[in-house]
C-alpha cells in the first residue's frame, strides 16, 4: 500500500481545534467521526457539555455530522442516545462500506466530507481509500494494552511523513 494513504490530510490536537469556520474554509459539510478517544475517552457513557457545544457550533453552520465506530452496537446507541446523528457501530474500518453508505444517507459528497479519528490505520486510512480527508486527533488517552502500544508506534512514522509533508 502506498503510505500516503496513512498521512492525514489535517493533524489537531482534539476536535476542539477542527471549528466550523474552518470546516466551512476546506468546504466541509459532512463530519464523520469515531467516538472512542477521539470524542471521549473509551467508556464516557455520554458526551460532556463541552463535546454538546461543539455539536452545536457544528449544526448551527450547517454542517451534518454522524458517528462510524468499529465498537459494538450498545456502546455507539448509548452514546447517541441524546445526540440521534446517523451511526454505525462495527463499521469494519478501514472498509470503506459504511463510509459510502453514511454518504448516500447524507446526501454527501467526497469533496465536501471528512472523517476525524484518533486511528492511523483504521480512520485514516477508511478517509484515504474513500476519497475522503482524514483529519486526525490526538488520542484522548493513551493506550494501555501492549497491541495498543505498538499501534500508536508504528503511527509516529506516518505522523512524522505528514510533518514532514506539511511542516506542520
Keep these: 500500500m502506498k503510505k500516503e494513504l496513512f498521512i492525514p490530510d489535517r ?49 448551527a453552520a450547517g454542517i451534518k455530522t454522524a458517528l462510524i465506530s468499529n465498537n459494538n452496537k450498545k456502546r455507539v446507541r448509548i452514546f447517541n442516545k441524546d445526540l440521534k446523528f446517523p451511526a454505525y457501530h462495527r463499521s469494519g474500518k478501514p472498509s470503506r462500506r459504511v463510509v459510502f453508505k453514511l454518504m448516500d444517507e447524507m446526501g454527501a459528497k467526497k469533496s465536501n466530507t471528512c472523517i476525524i479519528g ?35 508506534k508504528l503511527e509516529k512514522k506516518f505522523i512524522e511523513e505528514y510533518h514532514k509533508k506539511y511542516g506542520e
Design 11 to 59: 493533524i489537531f490536537d482534539d476536535v476542539y481545534g477542527i471549528t466550523p469556520e474552518y470546516l466551512l474554509s476546506e468546504n466541509i459539510k459532512f463530519v464523520l467521526s469515531d467516538i472512542d478517544n477521539t470524542l471521549v475517552k473509551y467508556g464516557d457513557r455520554k458526551p460532556g457539555e463541552k463535546l454538546l457545544s461543539w455539536f452545536a457550533e457544528l449544526r
Design 118 to 152: 484518533d486511528q492511523i490505520f483504521t480512520d485514516v486510512l477508511c478517509a484515504k481509500r474513500a476519497g475522503i480527508r482524514a483529519f486526525f486527533v490526538t488520542s484522548i488517552e493513551s493506550p494501555k494494552d501492549l497491541f495498543g502500544k505498538l499501534k500508536k
